[in-house]
């Protein structure tokens, strides 16, 4: 069966006519076979076109369209490259409920990928569209596979088609026992584990266990199958209404391979999808979101959606739409400040959880917010807390595709002590239904309820007709001789209702099953009756009671209906019995009825009718028909409308036609129910009474009177009149004459010469409501006082005077003459007769074309034509370099046109012309010159441009330069100039940068869009035209050109020392593109939330507002783009001035010395930098000298202590801050008196004071940041004086010249200028001399 191709011309029957029409719906042809269709009759149109499918193999396919069109449309499906007759392969259906027509294809396969028509036709027209279905295969071997198993299928579906149409219920049994439907699966991977019950519930699995077991096998499966494409998959959100009409899923992934495909599915079905959110289906990815929204949501949309990166499944989420609308809907509510306002909403079926916006913001139960249900899952409610003036605006319940909203207003306190003041929160509520909303819900309920039982007596009738068909087949079978032996019968399965309640019955089981006849049959012995044995069927005989007990006696097929009559009209109400033989009686409002003159009451076999004529407002109320036991009501409403009589109304729509000053009286009787709403319009405007407008209203008519009318009264009178039954309006014309009003100018001047002048004018602007019959005319000779009288002319505005005198000027008085009277008088200007009036310039010619032996230039005609027709022009020409004009055209043969082609040229010269225009009086002034143009054939256009690149860009800009392109001779010729294009890239359209061409080869565009992609060309051109553009290669994104993060500022400081509650500032500059990310850290950890980190373009700022010692760190900064990242710390040691040590201490414990002690200052232990300097002063100088500095001890040993002088020591406690107050010791000295004494010395022993080293203060254990300086220092005592050596993992460092040691008076010390990694280790200090030797060793540790 062939099809005519949608290019071919459609043939047509003989005497049809083919009119091609645009359908609103895109890509559907219409083609119309009647020039003229019939008043409410319509050609096949396409209110919603099948859509293009992309499927995998072995899916189902379906195409679904719906079509208008009166007479109904015929619907036929057709395919480009084969045929549609298969029914096993195609399945043509039509829904009456959602009017769609549908095409279906199971077990789609690759030979059915094909273009698809549905054509629409009837005797009106007809309707076509295509639509393309791409199949995509699942590889060679299951190709094939899936190919044999079709085929086997068809084959079993020939021999019984019966077997291939099973229910829902019948294709879950075909599976194994045991085996789930892998839908439940999919649905499990991407589940919460709170939702596994659910989920288990919904499918009918019990065994949880096993189903634990074999979901991690299958996770272990699906996530090394995801490992070869994700990195990354968390925070998976399923499917929800966010926004009336729209429903969004989303998940956080990280794909290895950015180009990786992802595909959508929607019940195994291929679904397209764009980055566009106004689509069907959209996708949003921000940052490593993906976001997937459905919009314009429908029942449809339900479903299994799934997301594939590769073929591999991602996601899957159920989609499950609630049937549920709002019974009662949010109502505004008024709150005032500090109040809690509540709104509630009633559904009508029960839904755990609806969505709930503010301001379209989705919100969610907390501290804000308290969103509840009821137990019957009908009143949900939402609860704003502690209402603020932020809070106010409109918010919405959505359920399902159903969505209401209401306001909530504000108020201020009226309190006004309370006014700008946080007031405390108020245990007020505003706004909720209370018992109203409860009593509704309750019924919803009530009803609810009984529908389910009414489900269930259906399905156990259903189920026990079933019993009885089943049971009558049984005693349908011949009876046999008595039997010897039963075979037991295997029990029956209970026929189930499945989830649409249609109960399936299983297959009847062959029963061998003999039975007796009823004389021959005879009670079995009792002793066969064992409890162990299987009970035997029992022998029936007779009628069988189920026969009875179905029969369902006299029950209504068609009930009474409510009905709506008008006063004075007939009204019927009828009702159908299952059985003609049936009577009955009629009820109203309860009250027996019989047959009247009014009231007829008429059996038609099993139709019984009720008809009441000439109804009355009394026969208002409930009618019930009750008939064997079975009844049935409704209600008859009479309506009394406004009405109005025929013959008054045609009456009322005659014009009322009066003169101006006159009254106009329109009136109207009518009927019909008070209280009515009288109203009268003028041309749209209601009419109010006033002075000029008097209105009559009463119960049966209303009057109008307008008070002397005028002429703009003139218009559309409308009487309407409105009750509570309906509305009618009644249409006059208000006609009110007048005289014209005067004629019109400007004056139009057609001819001035010497023996006439011809003009004419326009006619009045309102002609008074009667049509001009003449015109009146006068004519004044300028110079003279009187007017010489012309008299009556048609009622053309047109008029030529002969009788003229050569350059003398007329004024001419016009008046304008109708049946009402006549206007007042127009004047003309001043008209010369035979004045030479020349014309003004035309306007500049343009060059329309040039060649090398003609030159084509039009021009626009003179603003001035000097009162007379322009009757042709004069065209000249001038060469280049010469002062000469020739002229052009023949002097006797003016050019009557507004172009002209100049033959008269020499090729390669250069030419410019001028135009002047010619009326009666001659030729006017010339135009200005043209522009030069050299006569030669047209200019080829260039060819594309060299070297097309970018030099710079910015964030803002764009540089590019490019190279001319090659000069080609009869291909392409030079460039004179060249203009830039760009196209953003989500756009499609170009646009040029520059409005004039470029003379140089670079351009910089400026005003780009931060980070944009963008598509950039340049384009030559010449006097022939544009050539081709040439393209980057790629897009451009404007920013500046990748750098690698780098810090620009020398003076960077590592160490950084702040006064207790002062601010820390850090400033830090930088340079990178593109924009970097900036994080800065404090001690490897995010920084707090009390310090401010500013950036800016190139620069980052530290601040820390109040610093604290608990702020002291290493903070570091990194900053990092895609090129790469830098980092660099700064020590902050947050301090303040050290408080003074403690009582100063002195004791000789070797003549000549001093013993310095002090107890630690109380910022020891907070600030491990802070260390003592200690002064003396003896009484012979008297000014204070520093013995020591920097110790990290309490003691001191001082030497050089002098007989018979007074020392003072000063102890100050020192850190990166400063000094402390001094904590002064006591003075000591020894004063000796002067006294003259004899000593008689004994002979002397000799002594030796020799000793062994030893350590007197020990070394400490240091642990310094990496790049900051290390000091270690202890005291050592021995006589003779030990030499001390420092060692660092046992290697001496006396001689390295990185390491400053000195060794004072037994206070041995070493300074490490910049520690680094290598300086991590033990140190040791020896001492040794000739008595002996001590060791002290302690551990330095570098931080990173």
């Given amino acids: 069966m062939k099809f005519a191709k949608s290019k071919e011309e459609e043939p047509t029957a003989p005497g049809q006519v083919a009119i091609k029409k645009r359908s609103k719906v895109p890509g559907v042809m219409i083609t119309q076979f009647v020039e003229e269709i019939p008043a409410g009759k319509s050609h096949p149109d396409f209110s919603r076109k099948p859509i293009a499918l992309t499927i995998q193999e072995g899916k189902l396919a379906i195409f679904k369209a719906i079509i208008t069109g009166d007479p109904t449309p015929t619907v036929t499906w057709a395919r480009n490259n084969g045929d549609t007759s ?41 309707a076509i569209v295509t639509v393309t279905l791409n199949v995509i295969e699942v590889g060679f071997k299951k190709s094939k596979a899936m190919q044999e198993a079709r085929i086997e299928q068809r ?119 764009t980055n566009e959110t106004d689509e069907k289906h959209s996708l949003r990815q921000v940052g490593r979101k993906f976001i997937f929204s459905v919009n314009g949501l429908n029942p449809e949309d339900a479903g299994l959606y799934q997301v594939d990166i590769e073929g591999v499944n991602v996601f899957s989420t159920d989609f499950k739409i609630p049937a549920a609308d709002f019974l009662v809907k949010i109502q505004e509510v008024k709150a005032i400040e500090r109040e809690d306002a509540m709104f509630e909403c009633v559904l009508s079926a029960p839904i755990p959880k609806i969505s709930w916006l503010g301001k379209n913001v989705p919100l969610e139960h907390g501290e804000k917010y308290d969103i509840s249900v009821s137990e019957d899952m009908l009143i949900h409610r939402l609860v704003v807390k502690d209402c603020m003036q932020v809070d106010k605006g409109i918010y919405a319940a959505v359920a399902g595709m159903k969505s209401c909203n209401a306001w909530l207003i504000v108020d201020p306190d009226p309190d006004p002590n309370q006014r700008g003041k946080k007031a405390a929160r108020k245990t007020t509520k505003a706004g909720g239904g209370g018992a109203d909303l409860i009593k509704i819900a309750a019924e919803q309920q009530e009803k609810l309820q009984k ?39 295997k029990p029956k399965p209970e026929p189930k209702p499945d989830s649409e309640g249609v109960v399936e019955e299983p297959e009847p089981e062959p029963e061998v099953e003999e039975q ?144 101006v000053g006159q009254n106009a009286t329109f009136k109207l009787d009518f009927v019909g129910r008070e209280p009515m709403k009288v109203q009268w319009y003028n041309e749209g405007e209601e009419l109010l009474e006033d002075n000029h407008i008097r209105i009559e209203k009463s119960a049966s008519h209303s009057r109008l009177l307008l008070v002397k009318c005028q002429r703009k009264d003139s218009g559309e009178v409308k009487l309407k009149l409105k009750n509570e039954f309906g509305t009618i309006e009644a249409l006059s014309r208000l006609i009110v004459l007048a005289n014209p009003t005067n004629p019109m100018g400007p004056v139009e001047v057609l001819d001035a010469s010497a023996s006439c002048v011809d003009f004419k004018w326009r006619p009045p602007k309102d002609d008074g409501g009667s049509p001009i019959l003449n015109y009146y005319l006068e004519r004044n000779q300028i110079g003279r006082n009187s007017w010489t009288k012309i008299g009556n002319i048609p009622a053309e505005p047109h ?62 005609p003179p603003t001035n034509t000097g009162g007379t027709n322009i009757v042709g022009y004069n065209m000249e020409k001038r060469k280049r370099g010469s002062n000469l004009w020739g002229q052009v055209n023949p002097p006797e043969e003016p050019i009557k046109g507004k172009q002209y082609d100049v033959k008269d040229v020499v090729e390669g010269m250069e030419y410019e012309f001028r135009v002047s225009a010619i009326n009666f009086s001659g030729a006017g002034e010339p135009s200005t010159p043209s522009e030069f143009v050299i006569a030669r054939d047209p200019k080829k256009p260039p060819g594309k441009v060299i070297d097309l690149k970018v030099t710079d860009s910015t964030y803002t800009s764009l ?386």
Wanted: aromatic share 8%; hydrophobic share 30%; net charge negative.
């Fill in 86 to 126: 298969d029914p096993t392969r195609y399945i043509v259906s039509y829904d009456p409920v959602s009017r769609e027509h549908q095409l279906q294809m199971p077990n789609v396969g690759v030979d059915q990928a094909d273009t698809y028509k549905c054509y629409a036709s009837n005797e009106y027209g007809r």
């Fill in 155 to 273: 084959e079993k579906a020939v021999v019984d088609l019966k077997k291939t149409l099973k229910t829902r219920n019948e294709k879950k049994e075909e599976r194994k026992d045991g085996e789930v439907d892998e839908k439940f699966w999919e649905l499990l991977l991407s589940a919460d584990k709170k939702d596994y019950e659910r989920i288990c519930i919904e499918y009918g699995v019990t065994d949880f266990r096993g189903m634990l077991k074999k979901l991690n096998e299958k996770k272990r499966e699906i996530e090394e199958q995801q490992s070869q494409y994700i990195e990354h998959l968390a925070n998976l959100k399923h499917i929800e209404i966010k926004t009336p009409g729209c429903a969004e899923f989303e998940f956080e992934m990280d794909l290895k391979d950015p180009t990786a495909r992802i595909f959508l599915f929607k019940d195994g079905v291929m679904v397209p999808f």
């Fill in 451 to 489: 529908e389910r039982e009414e489900r269930m007596e259906q399905l156990k009738q259903i189920q026990a007709e079933k019993e009885q068909k089943s049971a009558e087949e049984k005693t349908a079978v011949p009876e046999a001789p008595k039997p010897k032996a039963k075979p037991k019968p």
């Fill in 516 to 659: 007796l006849e009823p004389e021959e049959a005879a009670p079995p012995p009792p002793e066969e009756e064992t409890p162990s044995e299987e009970p035997k069927k029992r022998v029936r005989t007779g009628p069988l009671i189920q026969d009875t007990i179905i029969d369902p006696g006299v029950h209504f097929i068609s009930g009474l209906s409510d009905a709506h009559a008008i006063i004075g009209q007939s009204a019927e109400m009828e009702c159908k019995l299952s059985s003609e033989k049936c009577d009955g009686i009629w009820y109203k409002d309860g009250k027996e009825i019989t047959a009247t003159d009014d009231l007829k009451i008429v059996k038609d076999g099993a139709v019984h009718k009720i008809i009441l004529s000439n109804c009355t407002e009394e026969d208002n109320g409930k009618y019930r028909f009750e008939a064997d036991g079975r009844k049935t009501e409704a209600i008859l409403v009479v309506e009394d409308p406004p009405r109005m009589n025929p013959d008054d109304l045609a009456k009322f729509s005659e014009p009322v036609i009066i003169k």
């Fill in 799 to 860: 008029y030529k005077d002969t009788d003229v005198d050569h350059g003398r000027k007329y004024c001419y008085r016009i008046r304008a003459l109708t049946a009402e009277g006549t206007s007042d008088v127009f004047e003309t200007n001043d008209i010369q007769a035979g004045t030479k009036a020349y014309p003004g310039p035309p306007s500049t010619p343009k060059v329309v074309s040039a060649f090398k032996n003609c030159i084509t230039l039009a021009w626009s």
């Fill in 959 to 1344: 540089s590019l330069s490019w190279t001319k392109p090659k000069e080609e001779e009869g291909v392409q010729d030079e460039a004179k100039g060249y203009f830039v294009e760009l196209r953003p890239a989500e756009n499609t359209e170009w646009g040029r940068c520059n409005s004039n061409p470029l003379i140089t080869t670079s351009y910089s565009i400026l005003g780009l869009k931060s980070m944009a992609m963008y598509w950039v060309r340049v384009v030559a051109t010449n006097e022939g035209g544009d050539g081709e553009s040439r393209d980057l290669d790629n897009y451009i994104i404007a920013m500046p050109p990748p750098v690698r993060p780098n810090f620009t500022s020398r003076k960077m400081k590592s160490f950084m020392v702040v006064r207790a509650e002062n601010s820390a500032r850090v400033n830090i500059n930088f340079e990178a593109s593109p924009m970097p990310n900036i994080i800065w850290l404090k001690d490897g950890t995010p920084v707090s939330k009390r310090v401010t980190v500013s950036n800016a373009d190139g620069t980052s700022q530290l601040l820390i507002p109040s610093a604290e010692r608990f702020d002291s760190g290493i903070y570091t900064i990194i900053v990092k783009n895609i090129v790469g990242q830098e980092t660099f710390s700064v020590e902050i040691r947050v301090t303040d001035d050290p408080k003074p040590p403690g009582p100063v201490e002195l004791e000789e414990n070797v003549p000549g010395t001093l013993t310095v002690s002090w107890d630690a200052s109380p910022d020891e232990k907070r600030d491990n930098h802070l260390h003592y300097t200690v002064m003396k002063r003896d009484s012979i100088k008297r000014t204070w000298q520093t013995v020591a500095d920097r110790l990290f001890n309490n003691n001191f040993t001082a030497v050089n202590i002098m007989p018979g002088r007074e020392y003072k020591f000063r102890v100050y406690a020192k850190n990166d801050i400063g000094l402390s107050e001094p904590s002064e010791s006591q003075t000591w000295g020894i004063v000796r008196k002067k006294e003259k004494f004899s000593l008689n010395l004994a002979p002397s022993k000799p002594c030796n004071f020799d000793s062994a080293p030893i350590f007197t203060v020990p070394l400490k254990t240091h642990a310094t940041p990496e790049k900051y300086e290390c000091y270690m220092s202890c005291a050592v005592r021995g006589d003779p004086t030990p030499h001390v050596t420092w060692y660092r993992n046992n290697l001496s460092l006396n001689t390295n010249t990185n390491y400053y040691i000195s060794n004072t008076c037994g206070v041995c010390s070493m300074l490490i200028l910049r520690v680094g990694a290598k300086d991590n280790g033990e140190y040791k200090v020896v001492a040794e001399n000739s008595v002996g030797r001590a060791e002290c060793s302690t551990q330095l540790t570098i931080l990173e």
